[in-house]
């Protein structure tokens, strides 16, 4: 076959959808595929609990190397990344850029049925709870149901006698009373705290203070 036959040949063929991207490995728990032996060993780690690096410090285990390289920083005291607003630092940018979305005001997660925002995905999927009317959490004291866990062991101080004010939303408790309302104040939406460059509102007094340094450069 001539070099002008085979190439027309090859044209053809690589524009095949199944040539597009080639991906030979196949995972047979849930038929995810991949391009690169790597990735596929990496995810089948995760169906067989396979977590084969280890911490030298603490023991905790990973799936993936740099993973542990960076939970080992935590140890260090290494937070190579710093939040340019409030300069908080992080020992990953993924957290500083999920951090970073308190300080934007991006919301981008809405529940479907509310439609209220939230920071970040799981902060969704617990809200959502509420709506399902599912409270898998009894306190042990009165079998009080919660939608989570925290809110059920944030009520279980009342029994023990720490947090004498709690958050009829919440249950969050508080030793002061002042603080519960305060606190209150972000359930409720209010924001009574405006910045007077650009008016954008806050809960707290403090909050407004600190976003302020954004103008001041």
Same mark, same amino acid.
């Given at each position: 076959?001539?070099?002008?036959?085979?190439?027309?040949?090859?044209?053809?063929?690589?524009?095949?959808?199944?040539?597009?991207?080639?991906?030979?490995?196949?995972?047979?728990?849930?038929?995810?595929?991949?391009?690169?032996?790597?990735?596929?060993?990496?995810?089948?780690?995760?169906?067989?609990?396979?977590?084969?690096?280890?911490?030298?410090?603490?023991?905790?285990?990973?799936?993936?190397?740099?993973?542990?390289?960076?939970?080992?920083?935590?140890?260090?005291?290494?937070?190579?990344?710093?939040?340019?607003?409030?300069?908080?630092?992080?020992?990953?940018?993924?957290?500083?850029? @999920?951090? !970073? #979305? &308190?300080? $934007? *005001? /991006?919301?981008?997660?809405? =529940?479907?049925? +509310? %439609?209220?925002?939230?920071?970040?995905?799981?902060?969704?999927?617990?809200?959502?709870?509420?709506?399902?009317?599912?409270?898998?959490?009894?306190?042990?004291?009165?079998?009080?149901?919660?939608?989570?866990?925290?809110?059920?062991?944030?009520?279980?101080?009342?029994?023990?006698?720490?947090?004498?004010?709690?958050?009829?939303?919440?249950?969050?408790?508080?030793?002061?009373?002042?603080?519960?309302? @305060?606190? !209150? #104040? &972000?359930? $409720? *939406? /209010?924001?009574?705290?405006? =910045?007077?460059? +650009? %008016?954008?509102?806050?809960?707290?007094?403090?909050?407004?203070?600190?976003?302020?340094?954004?103008?001041?450069?």
């Amino acid at each position: 076959m001539r070099n002008k036959d085979l190439n027309h040949q090859y044209n053809i063929e690589a524009h095949q959808p199944e040539n597009i991207v080639q991906l030979p490995y196949t995972c047979n728990v849930c038929n995810k595929r991949f391009g690169r032996v790597s990735d596929f060993t990496r995810h089948q780690f995760k169906h067989h609990g396979w977590r084969p690096y280890a911490c030298d410090v603490c023991e905790k285990t990973f799936t993936v190397k740099s993973h542990m390289k960076s939970h080992q920083l935590i140890h260090s005291g290494q937070c190579p990344y710093a939040c340019d607003v409030c300069e908080k630092t992080f020992t990953e940018r993924w957290q500083m850029k @999920r951090h !970073q #979305l &308190m300080h $934007s *005001g /991006q919301r981008p997660y809405a =529940c479907d049925v +509310c %439609e209220k925002t939230f920071n970040e995905r799981w902060q969704m999927k617990r809200h959502q709870l509420m709506h399902s009317g599912q409270r898998p959490y009894a306190c042990d004291v009165c079998a009080k149901t919660f939608s989570q866990k925290s809110i059920m062991k944030r009520h279980q101080l009342i029994h023990s006698g720490q947090g004498q004010y709690a958050c009829n939303v919440c249950e969050k408790t508080f030793n002061d009373r002042w603080q519960m309302k @305060r606190h !209150q #104040l &972000m359930h $409720s *939406g /209010q924001r009574p705290y405006a =910045c007077d460059v +650009c %008016e954008k509102t806050f809960n707290e007094r403090w909050q407004t203070k600190r976003h302020k340094l954004i103008h001041s450069g």
